[in-house]
Each structure stands twice: as C-alpha cells, then as structure tokens.
C-alpha cells in the first residue's frame, strides 16, 4: 500500500542554518505530495505541494521537489529561524482513488535555536 | 475567519462515557475528511463525505465510532462507550472538487483525553 517515510527528529539547528528534511514515499500511480507544518497548539497547515514529476513546490522559503526516480520529496530551507520551529509533515494523496486521501509520514520535529 | 471549524477543542470524559465532535468545514467545500493524531504519528485517515455520502471508512473506525454529515454541510463524530485508546487529536479537513491538487485544508482539532 501507499506510505511515506520521513526522517526522525528532533532536528535542532541554530538560526540561518540549512535545513534538509528527508521524506520518500511509496505510491501506486502518480501522486500528489505535500509538506503540512503543525506549530505548537495549532492544526496542520498546507506548506507547500507539487502535483507531478519534476514539479517544485516553495513557499517561505521552503522548497521540494517531486523525484519519481528517487520516490523522495525532500524539503529544504537555505536559512532557518526561531519561527521554524515546528513539526513538520510529508504526505501523499493518491490522486488516482477515489477519496484522495492523505497518508501521513511520522512528522519531524524542528527546533531552530537563536 | 472562514477556515474549517472544530467544537469542542478539548474533551475530557470517563471511560465508558460518549462524545461528539463537531466540524464545519470552508462553506463552499463538498469533500469532508475526518483524521485521528495519536501523540508523535501523522495523523491517520479515519473517514471521508462527499457531501452528505459517506464514501470511505478505514478500519481503524469500530463499531464505536460513527460519523455523520446529515446536509452535507457540517458533520459530526460520535464515539461511544469511549475506551483510554480513544486519546487522541480528532482532525477534520475540507476540500473542494476544483483544481487538480484538491489541497486539504485542516481544522484546529479536537484533543480528547479519556481517563
């Protein structure tokens, strides 16, 4: 069945550092893949999306690209700050059934330090 | 704010006892998702409405739980006779039928604690 893989935190970095967090999936068809952050005492939100191959996904200033050839989804930041700090979830949604889905990695805790 | 809505936000009960929660999801969006967040897990697909149909049930969803979306507008999850197991965050989202991402969108959650 379809699931997604992403690494284990916590993650602790110093603010304006790189930020790489890893995710892969396994999928029948061609899904869509997202990255959802959930801060602390709040519901998860919509990070960033990309639909097919190839397709890059940014937004403040995080960004992923969707490698069918690696099945991975990897995001990054160049630069992180305190506001990062967060959970940080990939998922996949088959668009090829019926409800479309989400199937949720286990999240990854970042905690971006001043 | 015309994000998805979720009462209560907080639910401790007995065990044994019953709960309800409620979700109002971004009024023009017809597809409804409820998810259950155990502490340090993605949160976990638990049923999905196309307006007032239920469509998909995973099998974590016993003969306990029941969810409804009698208008196809807001919707309902009642678990009864609620056993320690049931803690949890219960999630709800919302889409709509346009755009090919059908992108989720969440609500605050509800956080039950059962003792």
């Known amino acids: 069945g379809n699931s997604v893989t992403q690494m284990e935190g916590p993650v602790t970095l110093s603010e304006e550092a790189f930020l790489t967090i890893n995710c892969t999936y396994t999928a029948t068809g061609y899904p869509s893949l997202f990255w959802y952050v959930q801060y602390p005492g709040e519901g998860l939100q919509l990070l960033l999306k990309?639909?097919?191959?190839?397709d890059k996904g940014s937004n403040k200033g995080f960004e992923a690209t969707y490698r069918k050839e690696t099945t991975s989804f990897h995001l990054e930041k160049g630069s992180v700050q305190v506001s990062d700090s967060a959970v940080y979830f990939c998922a996949l949604s088959d668009r090829g059934g019926a409800t479309n889905k989400l199937i949720f990695g286990t999240g990854t805790l970042l905690a971006v330090q001043p | 704010d015309t994000g998805v809505s979720q009462d209560p936000r907080h639910k401790i009960t007995k065990r044994g006892q019953n709960v309800t929660f409620r979700c109002d999801p971004i009024?023009?969006?017809?597809?409804l998702y409820w998810y259950r967040q155990t502490l340090g897990q993605g949160p976990e697909f638990l049923t999905y409405?196309?307006?007032?149909?239920?469509?998909?049930k995973s099998r974590l969803l016993s003969d306990r739980f029941s969810a409804e979306r009698p208008k196809g507008s807001f919707s309902t999850l009642e678990i009864q006779r609620t056993e320690q197991g049931d803690s949890a965050m219960y999630l709800c989202?919302?889409?709509?039928?346009?755009?090919?991402?059908?992108?989720?969108?969440f609500g605050p959650g509800t956080r039950l604690t059962v003792t």
């Open positions: 409405f196309q307006n007032e149909a239920q469509l998909e």
């Open positions: 989202a919302s889409t709509g039928t346009s755009g090919r991402s059908y992108e989720q969108y």
């Open positions: 990309a639909t097919k191959a190839d």
């Open positions: 009024s023009e969006h017809n597809r």
